[in-house]
């Protein structure tokens, strides 16, 4: 089993330009979702999707958009990317069967936008 | 105020050293107290995860939970330099929409040999 996983792993974009960030689990979890890790500020949510078909806003939405494709796949979209969007991202999912609910994470995409 | 609160450090101890690493939490409706390690570069992992107060051990590592105070705590015995890294707790609670964890911001931990 993989786990997690995220691509790109890096990426840098100017001011303005698009991009996808793409997650997909092999876990068969119903919930996923993506952070963003900044220096003094922990994990902060993003979006996230309780099941296939849902998905719901966090603690720091704007900017940012998601699509759960399937149950496997979240990707999550900057439209028009900014600087203050220089971030960590973090997709992680979970399941309800585990009572404690804990969340499995990736490896991350370091995303610099200048 | 926040809903969890974890010191940020950095925390340096010398090899062999026992750790202890912190959170305090405001809200009664957690339910599961969990510990996540990140690596430099990394994301975070699963440690370990308790639920009710007390303790649970894991090797090295013992996790504490005191409901009544809202603290917990994690202690990692005979510490080693692979233990350097950052703590994150982490706290589970029911919403409207199924789970949520909240994070601590981590707390920065060095191990020198």
């Known amino acids: 089993n993989a786990g997690v996983t995220q691509t790109p792993k890096f990426q840098v974009l100017k001011t303005g330009q698009s991009m996808t960030l793409q997650c997909a689990q092999d876990m068969n979890h119903n919930s996923m979702y993506w952070y963003r890790q900044d220096p003094g500020m922990g994990l902060r949510l993003i979006y996230y999707s309780a099941s296939e078909g849902t998905t719901d806003k966090g603690e720091v939405p704007n900017g940012y958009n998601v699509s759960r494709l399937n149950k496997r796949e979240f990707s999550l979209r900057l439209e028009s990317a900014a600087p203050s969007q220089t971030s960590v991202y973090f997709c992680?999912?979970?399941?309800?069967?585990?009572?404690?609910?804990?969340?499995?994470f990736g490896p991350g995409t370091r995303l610099t936008v200048t | 105020q926040k809903e969890v609160e974890q010191d940020p450090g950095p925390l340096s101890v010398p090899e062999g050293a026992i750790v202890s690493l912190n959170c305090t939490y405001s809200?009664?409706?957690?339910?599961?107290f969990m510990w996540y390690r990140q690596y430099s570069r990394k994301g975070p992992e699963l440690l370990m995860y308790?639920?009710?107060?007390g303790n649970k051990e894991d090797g090295r590592f013992t996790a504490q939970v005191d409901k009544s105070s809202k603290y917990i705590s994690l202690f990692i015995r005979d510490s080693q330099p692979s233990d350097s890294a950052t703590y994150l707790c982490?706290?589970?609670?029911?919403?409207?929409?199924?789970?949520?964890?909240?994070f601590g911001k981590g707390t920065s931990l060095l191990v020198t040999p």
């Open positions: 992680a999912s979970a399941t309800e069967e585990t009572v404690s609910y804990e969340q499995y």
């Open positions: 982490a706290m589970s609670r029911v919403t409207n929409s199924g789970y949520a964890l909240n």
């Open positions: 308790t639920y009710s107060s």
């Open positions: 809200n009664s409706a957690f339910q599961y």
